[in-house]
């Protein structure tokens, strides 16, 4: 498979805490990107990173890319309850399709 | 939000008959994604349009077809729906494929008896 696959599958944290999630991929990609879903809703976009970038960052996020070792993370600082939801990163492996992983589901407790 | 709408948003059908559910965007951006979403697979795509009459298959396609004779719209259709089909279908569009943002619709909830 292509897909990215998140790692873990599920975190519970603290609110105020920092959560760390990675994803992991199998071959050379044109950019990686990072959606957010709320339980029940559709996706929602948070970050995109080209392959030739090392880090981006969007207020409380940083995503991170790393080629060499086919993998990316995303760091949300300070988190809150409203942070609750499942992250998936999605690859890009040409100019058309996107392969989404399997999710990391994210638990913020207040 | 992106100017997406899904319909139905919630479906119950029976083994056998078709169903075709609807994509609909005021954006004109030239590419629309169909996706279903289960339990433990993530988002598979199931075909994607690059333009109007331009289609292909993602990784799930068998047992589904599109269509897309005009931009805005973008029909998927199961000719004779089977059990496990039943998933949460979403429908998303791009102005530049894969090297652009994706922006998904709230989803269509399809239960196949």
């Known amino acids: 498979s292509q897909q990215g696959e998140e790692d873990p599958q599920a975190l519970s944290i603290q609110e105020g805490e920092n959560a760390t999630m990675n994803c992991s991929y199998k071959?050379?990609?044109?950019?990686l990107q990072w959606y957010r879903q709320n339980s029940g809703r559709g996706l929602v976009h948070l970050i995109l990173?080209?392959?030739?970038?090392r880090e981006k960052h969007s207020g409380r996020l940083r995503v991170t890319l790393d080629t060499s070792k086919k993998s990316s993370s995303l760091l949300i600082t300070a988190s809150r309850a409203a942070d609750t939801a499942s992250y998936f990163c999605?690859?890009?492996?040409?100019?058309?399709?996107?392969?989404f992983g399997s999710g990391t589901k994210l638990n913020v407790k207040p | 939000d992106a100017g997406i709408t899904q319909s139905p948003r919630h479906k119950v059908t029976e083994t056998g008959t078709p169903v075709t559910l609807r994509c609909h965007q005021t954006e004109n951006h030239r590419y629309m994604y169909w996706y279903r979403q289960d339990p433990g697979h993530g988002l598979r795509l199931i075909h994607y349009?690059?333009?109007?009459?331009?289609?292909d298959k993602g990784e799930v396609s068998d047992g589904y077809s599109v269509s897309r004779s005009k931009t805005e719209d973008f029909l998927l259709t199961l000719e004779s729906a089977t059990s496990s089909q039943t998933s949460v279908y979403f429908c998303?569009?791009?102005?530049?494929?894969?090297?652009?943002?994706?922006?998904f619709g709230p989803g269509t909830r399809l239960l196949v008896l």
């Open positions: 349009s690059y333009g109007v009459k331009d289609t």
């Open positions: 071959t050379s990609i044109n950019n």
């Open positions: 990173i080209r392959s030739n970038e």
């Open positions: 999605a690859t890009a492996f040409n100019f058309n399709k996107f392969y």
């Open positions: 998303a569009i791009s102005e530049g494929g894969s090297q652009e943002t994706q922006y």
